[in-house]
Nanobody, 123 residues
Framework: HVQLVESGGGSVQAGGSLRISCQAS????????FGWFRQGPGKEREGVAR???????RYADSLKGRVTISKDNAKNTLDLEMNSLKYEDTAMYYC??????????????????WGQGTQDTVS
């Protein structure tokens, strides 16, 4: 079983930057797919970025160039750095992970483990 705990959320002005982190614990393997999702007010949850077991990072088209996903295998942490933040980036951000032999997982339904979320507010 894997536990995921996000941290680092907060409030920032438009144009600013935020870095949020996800601490993974439990039976975490390097062949897991990790991802960041978000859910804004009145919106459905959407994918932000993900790191496949092939080491390739993939990003939502609307966020390319503004976000970077990275993983520290020694610390079992997954980070998301966001720059040039916009009001519409206001959302609860969730860390997710899954094994089961996937190389990459696009759909949120493929992820088995989720954090509780961290709120990012852009004003």
């Amino acid at each position: 079983h894997v536990q995921l705990v996000e941290s680092g959320g907060g409030s920032v002005q438009a144009g600013g930057s935020l870095r949020i982190s996800c601490q993974a614990s439990g039976r975490v393997y390097n062949n897991y797919v990790f991802g960041w999702f978000r859910q804004g007010p009145g919106k459905e949850r959407e994918g932000v970025a993900r790191l496949g077991t092939d080491g390739i990072t993939r990003y939502a088209d609307s966020l390319k160039g503004r976000v970077t996903i990275s993983k520290d295998n020694a610390k079992n942490t997954l980070d998301l750095e966001m720059n040039s933040l916009k009001y519409e980036d206001t959302a609860m951000y969730y860390c997710a992970a899954t094994g089961f032999g996937y190389t990459d997982c696009v759909s949120e339904y493929q992820y088995a483990y989720w954090g509780q979320g961290t709120q990012d507010t852009v004003s």
